[in-house]
């Protein structure tokens, strides 16, 4: 069972905006710090964003200014919205997160990944 899902991909033109949403996949767990990664047919995973358990944040300079990385605490959930989104932003992204459980550090989780395209 995964432990993240994730939801929001899709295909968009240039210039539009998509949000990506990540959550545990039970309600148990809390979410410390966070971030989404992305990869790209026959590149390596790079990480795009990454909020922590402070809600500072830090970026990929490919996105800076187009992406916002957040947490709403009490939904349990980070997004990531996108805007202004090139065709060099096509890929899988993936969810990362630090889960807590009853207080306690719990593991390090990955979703299962949502594509967004990009056309141009």
């Known amino acids: 069972q995964e432990q993240l899902v994730e939801s929001g991909g899709g295909l968009v033109q240039a210039g539009e905006s998509l949000r990506l949403s990540c959550a545990p996949s039970e309600s148990t767990f809390s979410i410390n710090a966070a971030g989404w990664y992305r990869q790209a047919p026959g590149k390596q995973r790079e990480l795009v964003a990454q909020i922590r358990a402070s809600a500072t944040t830090n970026y990929a300079d490919a996105v800076k200014g187009r992406f916002t990385i957040s947490r709403d605490n009490a939904k349990n959930t980070v997004y990531l919205q996108m805007n202004n989104l090139k065709p060099e932003d096509t890929a899988v992204y993936y969810c990362?997160?630090?889960?807590?459980?009853?207080?306690?550090?719990?593991?390090?989780?990955w979703g299962q990944g949502t594509q967004v395209t990009v056309s141009s």
């Open positions: 990362t997160a630090i889960l807590y459980y009853s207080g306690n550090y719990y593991g390090t989780f």
